[in-house]
């Protein structure tokens, strides 16, 4: 009987610990808003202005900053910066010039993100 509640707390444990670590990677990495914004935002271009390391990886994967000029529909372009988790092989797609889709925040449109994974 013992075992089995030994086991129960460390299985416990260890998912607790592993959903702690997801949170905090969202929260470095920018996916727990760019989850949300893909989920509930409206779509819209976004050109690449300008694009540079924020120092953070994820698998050997780096968390990219991007600043964007965005052109959505009924408004004057803007400008809004994001980043997001970058798999290595899709940087030389998305170099300054590039036009990527993206959505945006409704409620505040300077919150954005690349819509590039969408299947």
């Known amino acids: 009987m ?4 030994g ?3 460390i299985t ?4 607790s ?3 702690a670590c997801t949170s905090i ?5 920018g996916g727990d808003i760019t989850l949300e914004i893909r989920k509930n935002g409206l779509p819209a271009k976004g050109k690449v202005l300008k694009i540079w390391e924020t120092g953070i990886r994820v698998n ?3 968390v990219v900053g991007f600043l964007l000029e965005i052109h959505a529909e009924g408004m004057a372009p803007y400008k809004a910066e994001t980043k997001e988790l970058i798999s290595i092989l899709w940087i030389p797609r998305i170099q300054p010039g590039a036009l990527l889709p993206v959505k945006y925040d409704p409620k505040d449109p300077s919150r954005i993100a ?3 994974f969408r299947e």
């Not at 990677?25 to 990495?29: A, C, D, L, V, W």
Request: aromatic share 8%.
């Open 60 to 62: 050997h994967d780096p």
């Open 25 to 29: 990677i969202n929260s470095f990495t």
């Open 7 to 9: 086991a129960r707390i």
């Open 12 to 15: 416990l444990i260890a998912l």
């Open 2 to 5: 013992m075992r089995r509640s």
């Open 114 to 116: 690349l819509d590039i």
């Open 17 to 19: 610990t592993c959903f």
